[in-house]
């Protein structure tokens, strides 16, 4: 053995050690789901404004509409969000469409959606308005900016927040350079100035262990800050013969800030352009490489949700991408900081 091998072998078991260090925190189970199992993936939830009626939407099917007249379901898949796919039709994933971000502003329900395909940089997000979240009532407005080969981000995972201002800001980003934000003109449509990075983890990582990447940003506002949750590490394609080490595997940070806009800084202060995150969750029990995460308030028990989807690590169902579940727990936030609960 040489002693660059010895070398890079004690780096990674001291990763590895580190990891299962950092996350040996107890997480509670999420919200056990009546019905059958439903696909979810990169979950957004939302409460209809006129019948509290519960709208989630997924990844994948179109932008796949579900929903439940109860938060413990049963949960049923209803339709898609663009059922003839994207009206981007000149970018590879134009019929699959990622990562929907559901909001309700001025009477409108606005999408913001995603279309790429893996490890590619050729992606846009785009936009889509309906009055109801009813299949067969979104308007697709198409894309609203792209990114190519070679940017120093993605255009992926895209989620609406409006600034202390009462301005629109889109948040979005995956890989490369992690999460950046664009200004939004009062149309929601229209970018304005240059995208600002504001999380990004640079921490190097040894092949052939994943590189410690970031995406899945969601903007929160409670009390008097902004909160940035982001998910980072492999998210997808889980060998269960070759699991990665403990920790490499998706989990969610957040930092926060007075402004929506940054800088977002976490428990111990550090900027998370620097590397910041303060663990929300991270896989534990039957609960695998949890992420996408959203948040949304609850109007019949008045409390902040967690969303969040996650692979089984247990029985037939243990780390097959088919069975990914939309996980959901109650936010603590007496400390300051986002702590899951029980519902």
Same mark, same amino acid.
């Given at each position: 053995?040489? %002693? *660059?091998?010895?070398?890079?072998?004690?780096?990674? *078991?001291? =990763?590895?050690?580190?990891?299962?260090?950092?996350?040996?925190?107890?997480?509670?189970?999420?919200?056990?789901?009546?019905?059958?199992?439903?696909?979810?993936?990169?979950?957004? =939830?939302?409460?209809?404004?006129?019948?509290?009626?519960?709208? =989630? *939407?997924?990844?994948?099917?179109?932008?796949?509409?579900? !929903?439940?007249?109860?938060?413990?379901?049963?949960?049923?898949?209803?339709?898609?969000?663009?059922?003839?796919?994207?009206?981007?039709?000149?970018?590879?994933?134009?019929?699959?469409?990622?990562?929907?971000?559901?909001?309700?502003?001025?009477?409108?329900?606005?999408?913001?959606?995603?279309? %790429?395909?893996?490890?590619?940089?050729?992606?846009?997000?785009?936009?889509?308005?309906?009055?109801?979240?009813?299949?067969? !009532?979104?308007?697709?407005?198409?894309?609203?900016?792209?990114? *190519?080969?070679?940017?120093?981000?993605?255009?992926?995972?895209p989620t609406l927040t409006i600034d202390e201002n009462g301005n629109p800001l889109l948040t979005w980003g995956s890989y490369w350079g992690d999460i950046y934000q664009y200004n939004l003109a009062s149309n929601f449509q229209t970018i304005t100035g240059s995208p600002v990075q504001v999380a990004h983890n640079s921490t190097p990582v040894p092949a052939p262990l994943p590189q410690a990447s970031t995406e899945g940003s969601f903007v929160w506002k409670h009390g008097d800050f902004y909160y940035l949750f982001v998910s980072n590490g492999q998210c997808c394609s889980f060998d269960p013969n070759n699991l990665p080490p403990p920790g490499q595997e998706y989990k969610v940070f957040v930092g926060r800030s007075q402004s929506a806009h940054g800088p977002f800084v976490d428990k111990n202060g550090v900027n998370m352009v620097n590397n910041g995150g303060t663990l929300v969750i991270a896989s534990h029990g039957d609960v695998f490489a949890p992420g996408g995460e959203g948040v949304f308030t609850d109007s019949k028990s008045g409390k902040d949700i967690f969303v969040y989807h996650y692979l089984h690590s247990q029985g037939a169902i243990a780390y097959k991408e088919a069975n990914s579940s939309v996980g959901l727990n109650a936010i603590d936030w007496s400390s300051g900081w986002p702590v899951l609960t029980s519902i």
């Open positions: 053995m040489t %002693s *660059f091998t010895a070398m890079l072998r004690a780096l990674c *078991f001291a =990763l590895t050690t580190l990891s299962l260090s950092s996350f040996a925190v107890t997480f509670p189970d999420p919200l056990k789901l009546a019905g059958d199992h439903v696909y979810v993936h990169d979950p957004s =939830l939302i409460q209809r404004q006129s019948d509290g009626k519960y709208f =989630l *939407f997924s990844s994948h099917s179109k932008a796949a509409i579900i !929903t439940a007249d109860d938060l413990a379901g049963p949960w049923t898949q209803v339709g898609s969000i663009l059922p003839n796919g994207s009206s981007i039709r000149d970018i590879p994933g134009w019929d699959d469409i990622w990562a929907p971000d559901v909001s309700f502003h001025g009477g409108q329900y606005y999408a913001y959606y995603a279309v %790429s395909v893996s490890g590619s940089q050729n992606s846009s997000i785009g936009l889509a308005t309906s009055s109801s979240m009813e299949p067969g !009532t979104w308007t697709d407005h198409g894309q609203v900016f792209r990114t *190519f080969t070679g940017d120093p981000y993605n255009a992926i995972d």
